[in-house]
């Protein structure tokens, strides 16, 4: 009899601890990871997908970075890279195992800006689409590394989820329209996130039909917000605050964020709004990609005063 209500009050605390597990915010550390790695879901965000089998974190999902983004019609012009209607977003959740009430950690192969960005853009999508219960592996799988954990090379079967759809968070993107009217409101600042050779129009990606910028944006380029060297953590608060001082760009301004698809713009929302704490930013999702489509328009080549 002792030891059956032994075993029931062990089931209660166990049990109760189990579910009290939280994320401690936007950002978990490898050691984090480790200490709660059966509770969450871990999906590992990769461009170059083959490195997955070289070594990954036990129990990662695999996501190609190509799946994230979906071709879509727009008022009659044909969009790419755009964030997934309701339908494919719950589809491509449930393929890769997510449930309503899952914890999902993002990961990435951690060594780019580029790669954070990957995860970053996902994180995004998921909150755009009312999933909260996700955070970002600060460093990525560097950071599991630097927890003295191991990675491994078998990659195990994908039980399919049962996520729904959440509701859309409106107050999370920017139109084209809206875009267009912060060009005539001194309280709106446009942030142009890519690096400063396509902001002066030196360059252009393919899909932009434009070379140069939207006039009077500011330019914080994504490879400024993590280490240039090194695994590619995120600094903290005060240190993105000296820089957005230091870009004279006013956090106390409504913020849109754009690049040249809406990707790069995507990692620096998660900085502004999950680390600094800026409430009221926003990506232009389509960005450059669908704002040099229409000849109406305007771009520029010079720098913002």
Partial sequence: MKKLLLMVMLGLFYGSRLAAVEFPGPL???????????????LDVRKNIKSFADGHIPGAILVDVKEIRIEREINDRDMTRMRPDPARFEKFMRAHGINSDSMVVLTHHGKTSGQVTGAARLYWQMRYFGFDRVALLDGGNPS??????????????????NYVVGDEKPDMVATMEQVRAALQDDAVTLIDTRELRYHVG???KDYVYAPGHIPGSRNMPYKFLNPVKGSNRYFDRESYLSLLDSLRIDTGDSLILYCNSGYEASSAWFVLREIVGKQDVKVYDGSLHQWTQYETNPMTTRLTD
């Fill in 28 to 42: 978990v550390k490898g050691e984090w990871l480790a200490n709660n790695i059966d509770e969450v879901v871990i």
């Fill in 144 to 161: 599991w590394v630097a927890a003295l954990e191991d990675l491994v090379t078998e990659v195990g079967a994908i039980t399919p989820g």
């Fill in 202 to 204: 030196l360059e252009k």
